[in-house]
């Protein structure tokens, strides 16, 4: 069973940059897509992007001009990186996968609080 | 950009319940569709994907229908486990969730 595990600060100052990383362990990272989702207080789920084990990558329009996924197959982990972040950023970031047809998210992380305040 | 609306947006239902989850496209997402159940503190849960297909291990209570612009989640009696949040999400054109149905 795949399972996914984000870590990263908890808080972040306007202005800097959020990064956020998500360990893959119970299955292959070496496939699939790898993906970023957020939840801001009291709003619905938000997809930020994905990333090909290849290193494609697709990106939501709307935060393209400040985002970049990676991914380290040695490491067995993806990265996001989001730069000059406001409090509109406050978020819970999940990682998740989609590893089957249908452009499912059919494996989550638990999912991790990002308050941008200073 | 496709944009999702779910209807309602919170729902008030009882043990035994047949419940009904509206999802509807700015634009045809063919079958596209998925939705998925969030509960706090929990990874979220896919149930249904590409309209009708039940994930694996999801209680055959859940079913999904529509095609193009509408959409349903159908819970057929309700369990307890199943106060939660739920979402639609279209894969036919990058990926857009609706705003969700909070359920209780």
């Known amino acids: 069973q795949m399972q996914l595990q984000e870590s990263g600060p908890g808080l972040v100052k306007p202005s800097e940059t959020l990064s956020l990383n998500c360990t893959v362990s119970?299955?292959?990272?070496?496939?699939?897509?790898w993906s970023w989702i957020r939840q801001s207080p009291g709003k619905g789920l938000e997809w930020i992007g994905y990333?090909?084990?290849?290193?494609?990558?697709t990106y939501n329009p709307s935060l393209k001009s400040r985002l970049t996924i990676s991914v380290d197959t040695s490491k067995r982990q993806f990265s996001l990186k989001l730069t000059s972040v406001t409090a509109a950023d406050t978020a819970v970031y999940y990682c998740?996968?989609?590893?089957?047809?249908?452009?499912?998210?059919?494996?989550w992380g638990q999912g991790t609080l990002v308050t941008v305040s200073s | 950009d496709i944009q999702m609306t779910q209807s309602p947006s919170s729902l008030s239902a009882s043990i035994g319940d047949r419940v009904t989850i509206s999802c509807r496209a700015s634009q045809s997402v063919s079958t596209n569709l998925n939705w998925y159940q969030l509960k706090p503190g929990k990874a979220p849960k896919v149930l249904i994907y590409a309209t009708s297909k039940l994930e694996s291990g999801v209680p055959s209570r859940f079913s999904g229908s529509g095609s193009g612009t509408e959409f349903t989640l159908t819970i057929s009696s309700l369990q307890p486990e199943d106060f939660a949040t739920y979402y639609c999400q279209q894969s036919y054109n990058g990926n857009t969730f609706g705003q969700g149905t909070r359920l209780e």
């Open positions: 998740a996968t989609l590893t089957g047809i249908g452009g499912r998210f059919d494996y």
């Open positions: 119970g299955g292959s990272i070496s496939s699939h897509f």
């Open positions: 990333i090909y084990y290849s290193g494609s990558t």
